[in-house]
């Protein structure tokens, strides 16, 4: 079909974040052709971003891009299989299965604490911020760093 690109027409974008990046990427997918459904635990989209105003631009622009976009709230992702996905409600009821060449899953990011770990009992004055403690926003780091400087 002319517009389609030719790395996926059927993509499962599953939210388990409720950050920009899934939006950003779901985007991306449909600007560029794909089929796109949004899976989403969440009883909403983006809700971390609401307060920022980000989601209906996103899905303004999505509206006038070239692929499908579906919303499936309170739905998560059962089984993966060839090119079939199951998605069921998060609530008991049941299945469907839908067509998918694509899965991409954006789940909250996992601390890196090798530095740390290293470091832990080798130096008298060591602390644990930002990312590292637990991956949020920039605020919250700066906020730890300048505690843990001023604490020393
Ligand atoms: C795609 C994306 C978009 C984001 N957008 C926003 C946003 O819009 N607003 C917002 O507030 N936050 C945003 N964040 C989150 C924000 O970037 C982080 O919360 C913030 O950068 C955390 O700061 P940090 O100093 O704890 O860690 P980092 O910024 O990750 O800094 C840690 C540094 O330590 C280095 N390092 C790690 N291990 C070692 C080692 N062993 N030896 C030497 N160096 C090491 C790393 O290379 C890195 O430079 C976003 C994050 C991502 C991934």
Not at 78 to 87: K, N
Not at 143 to 148: N, R, V
């Amino acid at each position: 079909m002319a517009g389609r690109n030719w790395q996926t027409r059927h993509a499962v974008v599953v939210d388990d974040s409720g950050h920009y990046e899934t939006l950003g990427i779901a985007e991306q997918l449909v600007a560029e052709g794909a089929d796109v459904t949004f899976v989403t635990p969440f009883k909403q989209i983006g809700f971390k971003v609401e307060n920022a105003l980000m989601v209906e631009p996103v899905l303004e622009r999505i509206a006038y891009a070239a692929g499908r976009f579906t919303i499936l709230l309170r739905h998560r992702v059962r089984a993966v299989s060839g090119d079939t996905i199951e998605i069921a409600p998060t609530y008991p009821a049941p299945s469907s299965h839908l067509p998918c060449d694509t899965v991409v899953l954006v789940t909250p990011g996992a601390p890196l604490r090798t530095l740390y770990e290293r470091l832990h009992g080798k130096v008298s004055t060591l602390a644990i911020v930002g990312d590292a403690n637990s991956p949020r926003d920039l605020q919250k780091a700066i906020y730890e760093g300048h505690l843990a400087a001023r604490s020393c």
